[in-house]
């Protein structure tokens, strides 16, 4: 019995009970259809993790004043020269190998107002070395740059988010906002960066020149923050231990004194991110693949059923001159179909219920090609691996018993 009349034996037999061959196979489309969903899913969630690690940046680091312990209680440092974190970024561009920019800021909350609306704006003084530190760009107009930060420029520069509020689909570039009752000429708009796993948007804030923020917004209310980036090809762990030696220097501490700043370290951040991204997405396919697992249990079920109602069948095949390998082949035939059709339905289904999810509920589904494939290869696996113990158990049976079964 040659290979194709094997096929069609199988195609035949599995036609003779259409209701029970769809549930068997239904248990196959299920699994398949899971492992696709969560496989795009786990690929979405990475790609939004890497978005948000593109856009946030993993070399810099925030440094903040904490104050100084005394007595067991820690307090703000009344001491700070308002003019510290500007000397101090200087300190840390010239003197620390592994440090390519640095900037002090200010970030503070204020009442923008336009000729179109006003809106409670984040606003944010910093030297022009901001847009390397943070990877910002202008997808319209220019940045401001060294001669804006020396002339205490009254000039900004806007994000998507802030952009729309105060003038809609107007373009901003070249408008005029005034806060604090100072107009300030947009010169640029920032690159839409998106929002944060936590819902913060990079896109709401207008950003000045250092000088003139301090000069004209900020009044009285000093900064106290500084940002500093790590040079590329150097490890960040460098560059903070380089700007945590340096820091403690200029502000004498001892060694047995504890830190009066704090040192946020993005990479940290970006490695968990990542770390728990992966995590996720192993989670999800191996709850998908238990589902395919259980639908293989299913079929052998079926296929086991299968070989006890057609005793007597086998048993006429084999004494009319069958091989115990042409019976194996036929049943094993029989469960591998099944999967294969399960499994190319249930891609279907997967690829489906992925694009349901994404234009619905704006999910980011990624369906990478090896998922496919695999799907599907796993599904042919789970049939051969299944339908061998029925198979065989087909092929091993006593022609004579099998003849004489009820």
């Not at 700070?80 to 200010?106: D, F, G, H, K, Y």
């Not at 290869?377 to 113990?389: K, P």
Request: with cysteine; aromatic share 8%; proline share 3%.
């Amino acid at each position: 019995m040659n290979t194709l009349s094997i096929v069609s034996e199988s195609f035949a037999s599995m036609a003779k009970n259409k209701v029970r061959t769809s549930l068997s196979m239904l248990g196959i489309v299920i699994g398949v259809a899971s492992v696709i969903t969560m496989v795009a899913m786990g690929e979405g969630t990475k790609a939004d993790v890497e978005r948000e690690i593109a856009a946030l940046g993993d070399d810099w680091m925030f440094i903040g004043y904490w104050g100084q312990v005394r007595s067991g209680v820690r307090s703000n440092d009344i001491q700070i020269p308002p003019l510290q974190t500007q000397e101090e970024a200087l300190a840390l561009m010239q003197q620390c190998s592994a440090v390519r920019a640095a900037t002090p800021t200010n970030r503070i909350t204020m009442q923008a107002i336009s000729s179109y609306n006003n809106y409670n704006a984040s606003c944010m003084g910093c030297w022009p070395t901001i847009f390397d530190i943070r990877r910002w760009g202008a997808d319209h107009g220019r940045l401001y740059d060294d001669r804006d930060e020396a002339m205490q420029a009254k000039v900004c520069v806007i994000g998507h988010t802030a952009a729309n509020e105060l003038f809609g689909n107007v373009d901003p570039v070249g408008e005029t906002v005034r806060i604090n009752r100072v107009p300030f000429e947009i010169i640029g708009r920032l690159k839409a960066k998106g929002r944060s796993s936590d819902g913060r948007d990079y896109d709401d804030i207008i950003l000045f020149p250092y000088s003139s923020f301090q000069r004209r917004l900020a009044g009285i209310e000093r900064s106290q923050t500084l940002l500093v980036a790590a040079k590329h090809n150097y490890p960040t762990e460098v560059a903070k231990e380089q700007v945590r030696t340096l820091l403690r220097e200029r502000h004498r501490l001892q060694e047995s004194e504890a830190d009066d700043f704090r040192l946020f370290d993005t990479s940290e951040s970006a490695n968990l991110k990542s770390a728990a991204s992966e995590s996720f997405s192993t989670l999800l396919l191996g709850i998908a693949s238990v589902s395919l697992i259980v639908g293989g249990v299913g079929i052998m079920n079926i296929m086991l059923v299968s070989v006890t109602e057609r005793t007597r069948e086998i048993g006429l095949r084999m004494a009319l001159g069958a091989q115990e390998g042409t019976i194996l082949a036929q049943f094993l035939t029989e469960a591998v179909l099944m999967c294969t059709i399960g499994g190319l339905v249930g891609l279907g289904v997967g690829i489906g219920t992925a694009k349901f999810l994404e234009n619905s509920e704006q999910w980011t589904m990624i369906i990478p090609g090896w998922s496919l494939a695999i799907a599907a290869g796993f599904a042919s696996a789970v049939g051969i691996f299944f339908g061998f113990y029925p198979a065989w158990r087909a092929s091993r049976l006593n022609p004579i018993e099998a003849l004489r079964y009820e």
